[in-house]
């Protein structure tokens, strides 16, 4: 399996991880840290509990530059969409646009930024795909709809 695949996969179980932390941290901490402590001593309950201290710094770490990294992805953020058109046959072309604001030089401006790609039928969502089905040519898909692209905050 190619590296980029695991990686995907990694950032995938910590992002579970990190969104279910504080349920993890509380059982472990309640159910497990006593069970180990039964089964293996009190020295071993200590040991868990010091790694359990380590991970959820590290968690707590992960989950506060997601808050901030999600912060500055709304604040950035104006509008986005994405638009799938069909083509002919089995193509279908997606169209992902967004209204960015951006300092550059100390100047806030708004950028439209546009992304094309052809897919297959089969990868298309379930909406756009019942919406074909019946005659559509073209499926829009709102993401984020935030201030106007006039607007400069």
């Known amino acids: 399996m190619p590296a980029f695949i695991w990686v995907g996969l990694a950032l995938a179980g910590l ?3 990190a969104y279910f932390w504080d349920e993890i941290r509380e059982w472990a901490q309640s159910n497990l840290a006593d069970a180990i402590g039964s089964i293996l001593g009190a020295e071993a309950k200590e040991a868990f509990l010091d790694m359990l201290i380590d991970v959820d710094k590290v968690m707590t770490s992960v989950r506060r530059t997601a808050k901030k990294v999600w912060q ?6 104006i509008s986005a969409a994405v638009f799938i058109e069909k ?3 089995n193509t279908y072309i997606k169209r992902m646009a967004a209204f960015i604001r951006k300092t550059v030089e100390g100047v806030r401006k708004v950028y439209r930024t546009v992304v094309e ?7 298309l969502p379930d909406t756009a795909r019942a919406a074909f089905m019946r005659g559509s040519k073209q ?4 993401l984020h709809a935030g201030a106007s ?3 400069n905050r």
């Open 87 to 89: 083509r002919s046959g």
């Open 139 to 142: 499926e829009v898909l709102q």
């Open 149 to 151: 692209p006039t607007n």
């Open 15 to 17: 992002a579970v991880a």
């Open 72 to 77: 500055a992805v709304r604040e950035a953020l």
């Open 117 to 123: 790609e052809e897919i297959p039928f089969d990868d």
